[in-house]
């Protein structure tokens, strides 16, 4: 099925918004303002989107370390997030959470998530949940090839299963679980959804860096698990990690020339571009301008960042229904 | 009033909840059981009879049974209470706890913090625990010190059927995760219950089970009984002591047990964990820090001692906290000068 102008203009800006949002990230926390962890989704951004352009807030997804991603394609406030990620009362989850717990359960956001494989059991529970509710609604785990060998993972796949939940577990293996390679952690050496498969879902794969791959393929994953009685289902995308496992990683187990023909080759955004233009869907110009658009954001999401107020020490003690 | 058993208090409690409120599932394994056999759904029906019937009376959306999965279990009870659902997970056994801690520790009781105060997770954990059975090292445990002690989540040990009514209610309709912990060995004890379908008791409010001046003994669980009958041997030869069942572990009622020591000024608290980082430790430094001006004695605490739980009966019989033990240390306490 064709997208319109505004649905390729609306994917395109969210895939765009993800990458700078990350770009800028990656320049800001070398000056050492941001503190913690954060772990970049840049070459990413076709899953998330992909993905998320076909949920409404009813639908559910969980997410992993790497989720400012799939945050934001879910809807969280561009604001909000970065206001959160330089730890600012003003945040999404007012500095409580930063980046690897960030959340908005309005919005179908069930929480990123520090503990790889924490997520999966966490979609099963909200895929028995669509189900019960009978309304076509599902939940959505996006893991990792790093967290598909974690068994949490494995446990929920089969609940999912013998529960029949709304449920669809989306692996994006990007090939590197942190620093160890896809070849090495994953015993196999195939691929993640044939795991996903021998617990007996319905599996689809995609190229993680092709925007309209991923759609299109969840459309169909979509369609099947949206029927009441079907069950969960799960998708592989082969994708690539621009940046390291976390900002400050040096990156010594990448190939020469690695990353600069990833970014070459395997930009989703670029793809996006070429393919649209050429097809003669969008105009260069189209695309430039949401380019100036996003960065004009992006830009605005730091100065508020930085110009938020700062939580005080009586922040500490709420949000918890006691403390001693 | 009824008459019924704890276990029949666990089941009635999440029947009539589920009644009232078409958002309380129940989910775990074997709480249906049968599923899948010669014998079908309901052959078993929950190995603590405390879901009998439900998966009859509420169908298979509602009464979930699981594979053996305790991560799973507790991350789709998690998953469930973020999605407006109101889980009750079964974990069978604390001890269990092991496999699923991360969903406990890490997820459901962080959630609420970690996202600002915006999410609730109304999800209530139960499972049985506890010494007394001869069910040995990894079915026997007490887990309720390493839960006291993980902030975000609320712990609940009720001693008696009517505080399993009344304090499952409040756990079901509360909008934090509970962790509630049903002592096996008091599964068939009976008692009198309120008829009240809205019998709640609020968290952190303790209950005086015997009344005196003499010496304070703070317990829950199983072991509450045990404290009861010291309690009632020494008023005959009268000495009074105020016995607190905490109910919850967390929050805890610091003002029950303050107040008593400041009359009493001398502290036994019978614990059923092992001694360090107990709640019978916690309890003597709380009073220690905070009441020291009224203690007459050294705070004691009784716990099992630093072991795994043993098989044989002759040795779980020493493990545990007994009525003697317990005489010993009141009286210890009393005679301190």
Redesign the interface.
Not at chain 1, 307 to 316: K, Y
């Given at each position: 099925m064709q997208l319109s102008r505004d649905q390729l203009l609306k994917a395109y800006r969210q895939m765009k918004v993800i990458r700078e949002f990350e770009e800028r990230l990656h320049i800001d926390i070398q000056t050492g303002e941001i503190a913690g962890f954060t772990h970049l989704y840049c070459g990413q951004e076709a899953v998330a989107v992909g993905v998320c352009e076909h949920l409404s807030n009813d639908d559910?997804i969980?997410s992993t370390h790497r989720g400012h991603g799939h945050c934001l394609a879910k809807g969280c406030d561009v604001d909000g997030m970065m206001a959160e990620i330089w730890g600012s009362r003003e945040?999404?989850?007012?500095?409580?959470?930063g980046s690897m717990?960030?959340?908005?359960?309005?919005k179908g956001m069930?929480?990123a998530?520090?503990?790889v494989g924490?997520g999966?059991?966490?979609?099963?529970?909200?895929?028995?949940?669509?189900?019960?509710d009978g309304k076509g609604h599902v939940?959505i785990t996006f893991s990792g090839d790093g967290a598909c060998n974690q068994?949490?993972t494995f446990?929920?796949m089969?609940?999912a299963v013998?529960?029949k939940a709304a449920c669809i577990f989306v692996f994006e293996n990007n090939h590197y679980s942190e620093h160890t390679g896809f070849e090495y952690a994953v015993g196999t050496q195939k691929d993640i959804a044939s795991r996903a498969e021998a617990f007996g879902m319905k599996v689809w794969r995609g190229d993680g860096t092709d925007f309209f791959s991923v759609y299109e393929t969840m459309r169909e994953v979509l369609d099947y698990v949206r029927v009441p009685g079907n069950g969960p289902a799960a998708v592989e995308f082969d994708t690539e990690r621009f940046f390291g496992h976390f900002e400050g990683d040096p990156q010594r187990y990448r190939g020469p020339g690695e990353l600069d023909r990833i970014r070459e080759t395997r930009d989703c955004i670029k793809k996006f571009r070429a393919s649209v233009t050429g097809a003669g869907l969008l105009t260069d110009a189209d695309i430039d301008a949401v380019d100036a658009d996003v960065m004009a954001a992006i830009e605005n999401a730091v100065a508020k960042a930085k110009a938020a107020a700062r939580p005080t020490p009586e922040d500490v003690l709420?949000?918890?229904?006691?403390?001693? | 009033m009824a008459r019924m058993m704890y276990r029949e208090a666990v089941l009635s409690t999440i029947a009539e909840e589920m009644e009232r409120d078409e958002n309380v599932?129940v989910?775990g394994e074997d709480v249906v059981g049968g599923n899948g056999t010669a014998g079908g759904p309901e052959a078993i029906g929950g190995i603590w009879s405390t879901s009998t019937g439900l998966y009859g009376k509420f169908g298979g959306?509602?009464v979930?049974d699981?594979?053996i999965?305790e991560?799973?279990?507790?991350?789709?009870?998690?998953?469930?209470?973020?999605?407006?659902?109101r889980?009750v997970a079964e974990l069978m056994f604390a001890d269990f706890i092991g496999v699923s801690l991360?969903?406990i520790w890490?997820?459901i009781g962080?959630?609420?913090?970690?996202?600002?105060?915006?999410?609730k997770c109304p999800a209530v954990i139960r499972m049985a625990w506890g010494a007394g059975f001869n069910a040995a090292a990894q079915h026997s445990q007490a887990v309720h010190q390493m839960l006291t002690g993980m902030?975000?989540l609320?712990v609940v040990m009720p001693s008696t059927p009517a505080d399993v009514k009344g304090l499952l209610r409040t756990a079901i309709r509360d909008d934090?995760p509970v962790i509630f912990l049903e002592h096996k060995a008091l599964y068939g004890v009976k008692g009198e219950v309120p008829d009240d379908k809205d019998f709640m008791i609020p968290f952190?409010h303790a209950r005086l089970s015997r009344a005196g001046n003499d010496v304070t003994i703070v317990s829950t669980g199983l072991l509450l009984g045990f404290c009861e009958a010291v309690a009632d041997k020494l008023a005959a030869e009268g000495i009074g002591c105020d016995v607190i069942d905490l109910r919850t572990t967390?929050?805890?009622d610091e003002e029950a047990i303050l107040d008593s020591v400041e009359v009493t000024g001398r502290l036994v608290v019978v614990d059923e964990a092992p001694p360090r980082c107990s709640l019978a430790n916690d309890i003597c430094a709380l009073v220690a820090e905070k009441a020291f001006a009224s203690l007459k004695a050294p705070p004691l605490g009784v716990n099992p001692p630093h072991t795994p739980v043993p098989f044989a009966r002759e040795l779980e019989t020493a493990y545990l906290p007994s009525i003697p033990k317990i005489e010993a240390a009141v009286r210890k306490v009393l005679s301190y000068r």
């Amino acid at each position: 099925m064709q997208l319109s102008r505004d649905q390729l203009l609306k994917a395109y800006r969210q895939m765009k918004v993800i990458r700078e949002f990350e770009e800028r990230l990656h320049i800001d926390i070398q000056t050492g303002e941001i503190a913690g962890f954060t772990h970049l989704y840049c070459g990413q951004e076709a899953v998330a989107v992909g993905v998320c352009e076909h949920l409404s807030n009813d639908d559910k997804i969980v997410s992993t370390h790497r989720g400012h991603g799939h945050c934001l394609a879910k809807g969280c406030d561009v604001d909000g997030m970065m206001a959160e990620i330089w730890g600012s009362r003003e945040g999404l989850c007012k500095g409580k959470g930063g980046s690897m717990h960030i959340a908005d359960v309005d919005k179908g956001m069930l929480g990123a998530n520090g503990i790889v494989g924490a997520g999966a059991p966490i979609a099963v529970g909200a895929g028995i949940a669509a189900k019960i509710d009978g309304k076509g609604h599902v939940a959505i785990t996006f893991s990792g090839d790093g967290a598909c060998n974690q068994g949490t993972t494995f446990e929920a796949m089969n609940m999912a299963v013998v529960t029949k939940a709304a449920c669809i577990f989306v692996f994006e293996n990007n090939h590197y679980s942190e620093h160890t390679g896809f070849e090495y952690a994953v015993g196999t050496q195939k691929d993640i959804a044939s795991r996903a498969e021998a617990f007996g879902m319905k599996v689809w794969r995609g190229d993680g860096t092709d925007f309209f791959s991923v759609y299109e393929t969840m459309r169909e994953v979509l369609d099947y698990v949206r029927v009441p009685g079907n069950g969960p289902a799960a998708v592989e995308f082969d994708t690539e990690r621009f940046f390291g496992h976390f900002e400050g990683d040096p990156q010594r187990y990448r190939g020469p020339g690695e990353l600069d023909r990833i970014r070459e080759t395997r930009d989703c955004i670029k793809k996006f571009r070429a393919s649209v233009t050429g097809a003669g869907l969008l105009t260069d110009a189209d695309i430039d301008a949401v380019d100036a658009d996003v960065m004009a954001a992006i830009e605005n999401a730091v100065a508020k960042a930085k110009a938020a107020a700062r939580p005080t020490p009586e922040d500490v003690l709420s949000d918890v229904y006691i403390s001693y | 009033m009824a008459r019924m058993m704890y276990r029949e208090a666990v089941l009635s409690t999440i029947a009539e909840e589920m009644e009232r409120d078409e958002n309380v599932v129940v989910l775990g394994e074997d709480v249906v059981g049968g599923n899948g056999t010669a014998g079908g759904p309901e052959a078993i029906g929950g190995i603590w009879s405390t879901s009998t019937g439900l998966y009859g009376k509420f169908g298979g959306d509602r009464v979930i049974d699981t594979p053996i999965s305790e991560s799973a279990i507790v991350g789709a009870a998690a998953g469930l209470a973020l999605s407006g659902k109101r889980p009750v997970a079964e974990l069978m056994f604390a001890d269990f706890i092991g496999v699923s801690l991360d969903q406990i520790w890490n997820q459901i009781g962080k959630f609420r913090y970690m996202f600002g105060g915006k999410t609730k997770c109304p999800a209530v954990i139960r499972m049985a625990w506890g010494a007394g059975f001869n069910a040995a090292a990894q079915h026997s445990q007490a887990v309720h010190q390493m839960l006291t002690g993980m902030p975000g989540l609320k712990v609940v040990m009720p001693s008696t059927p009517a505080d399993v009514k009344g304090l499952l209610r409040t756990a079901i309709r509360d909008d934090d995760p509970v962790i509630f912990l049903e002592h096996k060995a008091l599964y068939g004890v009976k008692g009198e219950v309120p008829d009240d379908k809205d019998f709640m008791i609020p968290f952190g409010h303790a209950r005086l089970s015997r009344a005196g001046n003499d010496v304070t003994i703070v317990s829950t669980g199983l072991l509450l009984g045990f404290c009861e009958a010291v309690a009632d041997k020494l008023a005959a030869e009268g000495i009074g002591c105020d016995v607190i069942d905490l109910r919850t572990t967390s929050p805890l009622d610091e003002e029950a047990i303050l107040d008593s020591v400041e009359v009493t000024g001398r502290l036994v608290v019978v614990d059923e964990a092992p001694p360090r980082c107990s709640l019978a430790n916690d309890i003597c430094a709380l009073v220690a820090e905070k009441a020291f001006a009224s203690l007459k004695a050294p705070p004691l605490g009784v716990n099992p001692p630093h072991t795994p739980v043993p098989f044989a009966r002759e040795l779980e019989t020493a493990y545990l906290p007994s009525i003697p033990k317990i005489e010993a240390a009141v009286r210890k306490v009393l005679s301190y000068r």
